[in-house]
């Protein structure tokens, strides 16, 4: 009885741990080794009907997003608080709240002038490189429509 | 890795006279039969029918992964063959994908993961170089979709810009009977398992189980809205219903529920660890 007791015990405790929640495995590889990431360019790129590329402005030196592991109060849908470290003449500190589960980051509430809000698709997403992009068509949100926009955000971890 | 030191509690809590431990790896087949998505992918392809050079498939594809488990295991055959029991419990990792290609050259990919923790309780006959019996499978299943969208430069898209576009979850806990074999040598077993995965039991209609959600936070905002239209937070079922009016088809039910079924097949590697020799 003590032996049916116990096994039935750790399969439990197994069963809590291999549903323990993976958003906040992905979370963490941004977070982690003080979540600094370097944001080493934003591009905004538009294409044609055909998907030819018809303009492509690039900015670099934007500043640093530093990425907390605390949540926000929208910690319910696995948010978490951030800074953005905007660099123009000086570097100005405005927060904001993103969330991350491998294949999308969404951030939100962020007043910096250089607008970072949205929500992005992974393209990379690596330990200390990361490139999120944001696509926007000319059409219906169900309809099949082409690409017409694209703003690609690339990051690499800050040296500590 | 979680999975694993789990596994060797279990079996380390199992440890008796009389036992034998075993562990096992193989490979898993699931030719799997799920009303939902056939019902999804009939009325996409439909809808767009126009627009598609390629279809999605009927049905998902035979869903393949990887399996590893460790269990107690007794057999007591002192000459020939003998009685024969095995509980093990471990995870079951599977993935099929379907994608529709349009005439653009862009694509609407579902990709499904199955996770499952499953517990089988094996009782037949067995030597020490064979075993038949007959098995039980318990199954607690965390499945994910992939729904995204490729454009023409290959970028995969999981945002907002298309209402379809997220990774939806369900859960279940699931169960089935099979039989399976075993031949090797003393210590080491090629096994071959076949069991049949029934529907979860549905109790006042199919509101029982669950379905495939996404509450990712942005979506929720999107959703308080108004608009009729907004990032899908549920898999639809029906393609036409979900475009006619979104907010209709939530409070009607349409959606896919997690109710796969079929016959799943296991091959794989048994290793036996005597503990009283």
């Not at chain 1, 399969?11 to 291999?18: E, G, P, W, Y």
């Not at chain 1, 910690?75 to 709240?97: I, K, N």
């Not at chain 1, 219906?140 to 971890?157: D, F, Q």
């Not at chain 2, 509980?87 to 099929?96: A, R, S, Y």
Request: negative net charge; charged residues 20%.
């Amino acid at each position: 009885m003590k032996k049916i007791f116990s096994s039935v015990t750790v399969l439990l405790i197994a069963i809590v741990l291999v549903s323990c929640n993976k958003e906040d495995q992905h979370a963490k590889k941004l977070y982690k080794n003080q979540g600094r990431w370097t944001i080493d360019y934003v591009t905004t790129q538009l294409f044609d009907s055909t998907g030819a590329v018809i303009s492509d402005s690039t900015v670099k030196n934007i500043g640093e997003l530093v990425l907390f592991k605390s949540g926000s109060l929208d910690a319910l849908y696995g948010y978490r608080q951030a800074v953005f470290l905007y660099t123009d003449s000086v570097t100005h500190a405005y927060p904001f709240e993103y969330m991350f589960d491998g294949k999308r980051i969404s951030i939100k509430y962020c007043d910096a002038p250089f607008e970072i809000d949205g929500t992005y698709s992974a393209f990379i997403d690596k330990a200390n490189e990361q490139q999120w992009e944001i696509y926007s068509t000319n059409g219906n949100t169900n309809a099949v429509t082409s690409l017409t926009g694209k703003y690609i955000m690339h990051l690499s971890r800050s040296e500590n | 890795m979680k999975k694993i030191i789990s596994i060797l509690l279990l079996i380390a809590f199992n440890f008796e006279s009389n036992a034998q431990v075993n562990f096992s790896i193989g490979k898993t087949f699931y030719p799997l039969t799920a009303p939902g998505f056939q019902t999804f992918f009939t009325t996409y392809n439909n809808e767009l029918a126009a627009d598609i050079k390629t279809p999605f498939k009927y049905e998902f594809p035979t869903a393949t992964g990887w399996s590893i488990k460790g269990g107690y295991l007794l057999n007591k055959h002192d000459d020939g063959a003998g009685f024969y029991y095995n509980t093990t419990t471990g995870v079951n990792i599977l993935k099929t994908k379907n994608e529709a290609v349009f005439t653009n050259g862009e694509s609407r990919k579902t990709v499904l993961h199955m996770n499952e923790w499953i517990t089988d309780v094996s009782l037949g006959v067995g030597g020490e170089n064979f075993h038949f019996a007959i098995n039980g499978t318990i199954q607690l299943r965390f499945n994910k979709l992939f729904c995204s969208y490729v454009y023409h430069d290959g970028s995969e898209s999981f945002g907002p810009e298309k209402n379809l576009n997220g990774i939806f979850s369900a859960n279940r806990l699931m169960g089935g009977f099979g039989a399976e074999a075993g031949f090797g040598i003393k210590y080491l077993q090629v096994v071959f398992k076949a069991a049949k995965i029934y529907k979860p039991f549905e109790k006042d209609g199919s509101t029982y189980l669950s379905y495939y959600s996404d509450l990712a936070g942005y979506k929720a905002d999107a959703g308080l809205t108004g608009n009729s239209s907004y990032p899908a937070e549920y898999m639809p079922a029906d393609y036409h219903s979900f475009l006619t009016d979104q907010l209709t088809s939530e409070s009607s039910n349409n959606f896919v529920y997690i109710n796969d079924h079929g016959w799943q097949f296991g091959l794989s590697l048994m290793f036996i660890i005597p503990t009283n020799d």
